[in-house]
């Protein structure tokens, strides 16, 4: 039978082809990644876990699990790899939010005390934005940036005193700074809480030693495997081996059904690859791209937030433009470029307009683009701006 689904397929294909990625969390699987994930994995129901790996829990519900037990446990057993990691792994999330979810969970009640970074400095929908689950579920409080856009550690444990939360969050979805998870490790150890990190954007960087590692230093920490992991879309919760039970429990039954095997198979490809050589190089080379394109930015007369980046993305303030973030957003679309809007520290438009813009190379880094390449593209985002203002 023919479907219409694959008309838009091929057109979505022909628009990544076409475009330019500078979506900070988006990347291009490989070719075996695609494999697994649209396998026939996908029609395996396997709820519950491989035996071997649960303390004490029950297995799986279904029969005919044998394979895909085998499978479960390659994939953990190569995401503990990738990480150099004694901590358990949960491979099951279907997303980075479903592993926030359960991770909050496996420790937290209802009502308990988080301290996250606030969604406007840089924070994710999850770490407790008020039309979130987190945000409904828990009490949220929130630390910021200091003036120069970096996370105010002295705000941090100065929150941390007086809010006495049973659960501290690093973490971020725009935030260009390395994060110093010790201290983050330090506060939360003083005020008695537990400590999370969610690396769902740094991960790669992580995994190649281009940002120091939360392992060791957290109890919980969460990942998405599709952003800088460059695997299948899903999440990962990693916990110090006390918390397995917990973990486990707050995965399935606490939060979802069935685990998608064939998302599991894609994720075991993906950590396959982030052990190479190859990789390692690629996320380097990433990192080496992004500071050339900020660096670029900077040299035109730009405001770049914090004034640099270590990491993969940076964040463009073009308050002085005069022009809005989803304006640049949606006239860069027009010229095949795709970013998006992104507030800034001390926002002063609201979520829907913005004032900056955010920039990510890792999408681009894939499809081979060196320093050269990505410095054009900064040309090219310049040129449309200041195209923008004179004709405003
Ligand atoms: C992307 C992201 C998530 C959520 O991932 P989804 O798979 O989109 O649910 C969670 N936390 C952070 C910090 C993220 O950047």
């Known amino acids: 039978m023919e479907s219409k689904v694959f008309d838009f397929i091929a057109r979505e294909q022909a628009r990544q082809d076409r475009n330019i990625e500078l979506i900070a969390s988006e990347n291009f699987v490989s070719e075996n990644v695609l494999r697994a994930v649209g396998s026939i994995l996908t029609n395996k129901y396997s709820e519950g876990y491989p035996v071997e790996r649960t303390s004490g829990s029950r297995g799986r519900y279904y029969g005919g699990c044998e394979v895909v037990n085998e499978l479960e446990e390659y994939c953990c057993d190569q995401w503990r790899r990738v990480f150099k990691t004694d901590y358990h792994v949960n491979v099951q999330p279907h997303s980075g939010s479903q592993a926030n979810m359960a991770a909050y969970l496996s420790v937290l009640k209802p009502g308990d005390r988080i301290l996250s970074m606030s969604l406007s400095n840089g924070g994710h929908l999850t770490h407790g934005s008020p039309v979130n689950f987190s945000g409904k579920l828990f009490e949220l409080h929130f630390y910021g940036v200091d003036a120069n856009g970096f996370i105010d550690m002295a705000d941090v444990r100065a929150k941390a005193l007086e809010v006495r939360p049973n659960l501290i969050l690093a973490g971020a979805s725009a935030y260009s700074r390395i994060i110093d998870f010790a201290a983050f490790a330090e506060i939360a150890k003083e005020v008695g809480a537990y400590f999370m990190v969610d690396m769902a954007h740094i991960a790669g960087l992580i995994a190649a030693g281009d940002h120091p590692s939360p392992f060791g230093l957290a109890d919980l920490i969460t990942t998405t495997t599709h952003k800088t992991l460059r695997g299948a879309r899903g999440g990962l919760i990693f916990c110090r081996p006390e918390l397995a039970k917990k973990v486990d429990s707050a995965v399935f039954p606490g939060t979802q059904g069935g685990p998608l095997q ?18 390692q190089e690629y996320i380097h080379q ?9 660096e670029e930015f900077l040299r035109m007369g730009y ?3 914090t004034g640099g980046t270590d990491n993969h993305l940076f964040l463009l303030d073009i308050t002085d433009t005069g022009l809005t973030g989803k304006a640049v957003q949606d006239e ?19 979520p829907q307009l913005t ?9 681009m ?11 054009a593209v900064a040309r090219k985002i310049d040129a449309v701006i200041k195209e923008m203002q004179a004709k405003k």
């Open 303 to 305: 405001k770049v937030v």
């Open 332 to 350: 860069l679309d027009l010229h095949g470029i795709t970013l998006n809007k992104n507030t800034v520290p001390g926002e002063t438009r609201s």
């Open 262 to 279: 064939h998302v599991i198979a894609g994720k075991a490809v993906a950590a396959e690859e982030a052990l190479t050589e190859e990789y």
């Open 286 to 294: 990433v990192v080496k791209n992004c500071r050339a394109m900020c």
């Open 355 to 363: 004032s900056g813009v955010r920039i990510g190379t890792a999408a």
């Open 365 to 375: 880094t894939t499809k081979g683009y060196r320093e050269a390449e990505f410095i």
